[in-house]
T-cell receptor, first 113, second 114 residues
Framework: EAQVTQNPRYLITVTGKKLTVTCSQN?????MSWYRQDPGLGLRQIYYSMNVEVTDKGDVPEGYKVSRKEKRNFPLILESPSPNQTSLYFC????????????FGPGTRLTVL | AQSVTQLGSHVSVSEGALVLLRCNYSSSVPPYLFWYVQYPNQGLQLLLKYTSAATLVKGINGFEAEFKKSETSFHLTKPSAHMSDAAEYFC????????????FGPGTSLSVIP
C-alpha cells in the first residue's frame, strides 16, 4: 500500500529534550516536506526537500532541523524543543515538486511542557 | 509573496444544500491551485487541482472548483451536501516559477446539519 508513515503519532516531552519525528514514504517520491498545523493558521511549511541531500527552509524553520540521506526518509529534528513548538505536524511527499499532489502522513501531535 | 485567504473559518449547511467554500489568492502569475480536505484525526488528501488546462476543475466526491483570473479566486462547490462532507477544507497555491513551496490557507471547517 502506497503511504507516508510518521512516528510517533503522539509525543509529550519537556523543554530542551531533543527529539526526532520520523517520516517515511514508499512511493519513490523526490519531494518531501514538513508542515505544522495550528488552529486558525492552516498548515505552514517548515522544511522541504527536492531530492536526496537537497533541503531548504520553508516559512517557519526556526528551531527545526531536517536531513535527507535516503530518498524514502525525511526526519524532523527538534534539538531543543520549546512550548511554542507544541503543534500537529504533518509530513508529505510528491513526485518532483510542490506543484504535484502531495500525499500526507497521519500526523504527529507534539506537546512540549 | 504569495498568500491565500479563505473567507469564513466555519461554514454550516443543511444536508442536500449547496456547498460554497471561498478561496482567493494573491499572485501576479496564476499559480497552481489546490483544494485539500482533512477528515477528523487524519492527514490531508487532495480534492482537486488547477493546472490551467480548464477553468472548471472536477474533483473527487462530487466537488468542483472554478478558476477566475479576474477575481483571483478558486472557490469550491458541491451541489448537494452530504453528512460525510463534514471536514476541514484547505485551499493551497504553488508558484509556477518554482516547484518548491506550497502556501496553505487557514482552512474552512464545514459542518453539515441533518
Amino acid at each position: 500500500e502506497a503511504q507516508v508513515t510518521q512516528n510517533p503519532r503522539y509525543l509529550i516531552t519537556v523543554t530542551g529534550k531533543k527529539l526526532t519525528v520520523t517520516c517515511s514514504q514508499n512511493m519513490n517520491h523526490e519531494y518531501m516536506s514538513w508542515y505544522r498545523q495550528d488552529p486558525g493558521l492552516g498548515l505552514r511549511q517548515i522544511y522541504y526537500s527536492m531530492n536526496v541531500e537537497v533541503t531548504d527552509k520553508g516559512d517557519v524553520p526556526e528551531g527545526y532541523k531536517v536531513s535527507r540521506k535516503e530518498k524514502r526518509n525525511f526526519p524532523l529534528i527538534l534539538e531543543s524543543p520549546s512550548p511554542n513548538q507544541t503543534s500537529l505536524y504533518f509530513c508529505a511527499s510528491s513526485f518532483w515538486g510542490a506543484h504535484n499532489e502531495q500525499f500526507f502522513g497521519p500526523g504527529t501531535r507534539l506537546t512540549v511542557l | 509573496a504569495q498568500s491565500v485567504t479563505q473567507l469564513g473559518s466555519h461554514v454550516s449547511v443543511s444536508e442536500g444544500a449547496l456547498v460554497l467554500l471561498r478561496c482567493n489568492y494573491s499572485s501576479s502569475v496564476p499559480p497552481y491551485l489546490f483544494w485539500y480536505v482533512q477528515y477528523p484525526n487524519q492527514g490531508l488528501q487532495l480534492l482537486l487541482k488547477y493546472t490551467s488546462a480548464a477553468t472548471l476543475v472536477k474533483g473527487i466526491n462530487g466537488f468542483e472548483a472554478e478558476f477566475k483570473k479576474s477575481e483571483t479566486s478558486f472557490h469550491l462547490t458541491k451541489p448537494s451536501a452530504h453528512m460525510s462532507d463534514a471536514a476541514e477544507y484547505f485551499c493551497a497555491v504553488s508558484d509556477r516559477t518554482s516547484y518548491d513551496k506550497v502556501i496553505f490557507g487557514p482552512g474552512t471547517s464545514l459542518s453539515v446539519i441533518p
